[in-house]
């Protein structure tokens, strides 16, 4: 795994005040039922929106985001790229056989995954279910949760745990929701200067 989160997409990105941008997707959802995150269950479709921001020592960039997931076993993917004004910047619109990025100037690249294209501004080491999971806080693996590195809230849903290098921190969710986080840290492991982290919006 390269050591610095940012690509070379990056200074494109935030020099043309690059974010997570995107079209009008559906609020945030919180799960059906809180015992999916205590038994660590993820969805297979939901949708939520919100701001990141993202850093590398010295090198920063932020803005803000919309996902969504939709179809049969949540087969549909799409990201909306936003400046931190809101301003549209990028859609990576993506189903199980590729995924295709379009900018706001009309440019197309395509890929064999969301998270390929995603990988041109923000060096995350994971794949599409992966990056699903996590952003429901929680592993892909529900074994991590068995690591005694693991913790979990009060109400038993996870508030920390490490998988592929990365340290996930979950440090508040949604009031009235034990399912849908708030506020998370990506943190890579062994590198404090390198993060994402994210602010979730309150479900319509």
């Known amino acids: 795994m390269q050591s610095k989160l940012f690509r070379c997409g990056l200074a494109a990105a935030a020099s043309a005040t690059l974010l997570l941008s995107g079209c009008a997707l559906q609020p945030a959802a919180s799960l059906t039922a809180s015992q999916s995150v205590t038994e660590g269950t993820a969805r297979t479709q939901f949708s939520l929106s919100g701001r990141f921001s993202a850093k590398n020592g010295n ?79 929680l592993p892909f693996d529900p074994n991590v949760l068995a690591a005694k590195n693991a913790e979990r809230d009060a109400s038993g849903a996870p508030s920390r745990f490490v998988e592929s290098g990365w340290e996930i921190t979950i440090s508040a969710r949604m009031e009235g929701s034990a399912a849908a986080p708030k506020r998370m840290r990506w943190g890579m492991l062994g590198q404090p200067d390198t993060e994402v982290r994210w602010v979730f919006d309150e479900p319509d």
């Not at 056989?97 to 995350?124: K, M």
């Not at 990056?131 to 429901?136: A, D, I």
């Open 59 to 137: 090198q920063q960039v932020s803005g803000q985001f919309r996902y969504a997931q939709t179809g049969a076993d949540g087969a549909l993917r799409q990201l909306s790229l936003f400046s931190p004004l809101g301003t549209p910047l990028a859609e990576i619109s993506a189903d199980r056989l590729s995924a295709t990025l379009t900018l706001s100037n009309g440019q197309v690249q395509s890929a064999a995954s969301l998270t390929e294209l995603l990988r041109t501004v923000i060096d995350l080491p994971v794949t599409d279910a992966m990056l699903s999971t996590w952003l429901q806080g």
